[in-house]
């Protein structure tokens, strides 16, 4: 079994992003840019070139400087968030476990535990065995992490991304129950003197509310976010609570599943590494240093059908 990290979660970042910074290259591009998550849902298996695609920022078009496409290099920060069912959570492993082994050589994973932490559990390798054998070895057990987890997460993929050449992607597995979280989002603060206090009727406001202002804070991530939940619950709080989580994936570009039994499992992962596999990154020049920017993309290919893109229609520009 992999070691757990023995220390806090802000030191094993910073570590983890030291390990890549030593065998990653260093890149950097003067001016204002953007990165942009882009990938395809065509069937097509054509690589694109950066004089392929057309982007405009802010109605005006703007430069494509360069663009990773799906043959390059790839880190994948796994993320297991499991408190829950044992027949789901060893299903969701084995798919897993599956998916790792099919990967190309060019592709590092990270284990990443969502609770507690996060906590590493192996850092970025092409050892298929070692990711394989300490996701079995994970426990599942604790309280839901995904939220307490993400904006930790994000921090981790930006710097990562910052210090490399590679594509990066997080791909959260979770199946959370928005009952089962430290914060307790069943039971809103209620204005005792007010009998026409919203929250009583709408009790699902104050997970909503939370899922609205993640949903601002992802807006500035420039790595998508991809989400395989193993088991989709039907109660007005955990809807409002999915609906939240499928806006997170949809914000970054990344994409999302919500499996209803465990036979849909193996699926939504197959189908969660196809979209992060078939992932573009395109750098892309900007004029001045704009707080937001609207965003649209296409390629230029005359392929028929049309190629359908899918990419961050809104993105916050961090200041630096």
């Known amino acids: 079994m992999?070691?757990?990290?023995?220390?806090g979660w802000p030191r094993a970042?910073?570590?983890?992003?030291?390990?890549?910074?030593?065998?990653?290259?260093?890149?950097?591009?003067?001016?204002?840019?953007?990165h942009l998550a882009v990938r395809s849902q065509s069937e097509q298996q054509r690589i694109f070139l950066p004089a392929d695609f057309a982007v405009k920022v802010n109605g005006k078009a703007a430069p494509v400087l360069s663009a990773k496409n799906p043959r390059d290099s790839q880190m994948i920060l796994l993320v297991l968030d499991l408190a829950g069912?044992?027949?789901?959570?060893q299903a969701a492993k084995d798919a897993l476990a599956a998916a790792i082994e099919k990967l190309p050589a060019s592709t590092f994973v990270a284990l990443i535990r969502a609770q507690d932490g996060p906590t590493v559990l192996v850092d970025p390798t092409a050892d298929r065995n070692a990711i394989i054998q300490a996701m079995q070895a994970s426990a599942v057990t604790g309280k839901a992490g995904l939220l307490d987890s993400l904006p930790s997460m994000d921090a981790l993929a930006e710097s990562i991304a910052k210090v490399s050449n590679l594509r990066i992607a997080t791909l959260y597995v979770t199946d959370s129950d928005v009952r089962n979280y430290r914060e307790d989002f069943a039971n809103?603060?209620?204005?005792?003197?007010d009998p026409h206090d919203l929250s009583r009727r709408f009790p699902e406001?104050?997970?909503?509310?939370k899922m609205d202002k993640m949903e601002k804070a992802v807006a500035a991530r420039e790595t998508p976010l991809f989400i395989v939940h193993l088991r989709y619950r039907t109660s007005k709080l955990n809807a409002a609570y999915q609906s939240g989580l499928k806006r997170l994936a949809e914000t970054t570009a990344g994409w999302s599943a919500f499996c209803a039994s465990p036979a849909e499992i193996p699926a939504a992962i197959e189908q969660a590494f196809a979209a992060i596999s078939s992932q573009y990154v395109l750098t892309v020049g900007l004029p001045g240093r704009p707080a937001a920017v609207q965003i649209h993309v296409e390629t230029r290919a005359a392929i028929e059908p049309p190629v359908e893109l899918v990419y961050p229609a809104r993105l916050l520009i961090k200041q630096r």
Do not use: F, H, K
Not at 188 to 193: G, K
């Open 188 to 193: 809103p603060v209620i204005n005792s003197s």
């Open 2 to 7: 992999i070691p757990r990290r023995q220390y």
């Open 205 to 209: 406001a104050l997970i909503e509310d």
């Open 13 to 34: 970042a910073a570590a983890l992003v030291a390990v890549i910074a030593c065998w990653a290259a260093i890149s950097s591009a003067s001016g204002a840019v953007i």
């Open 85 to 89: 069912d044992m027949t789901d959570a």
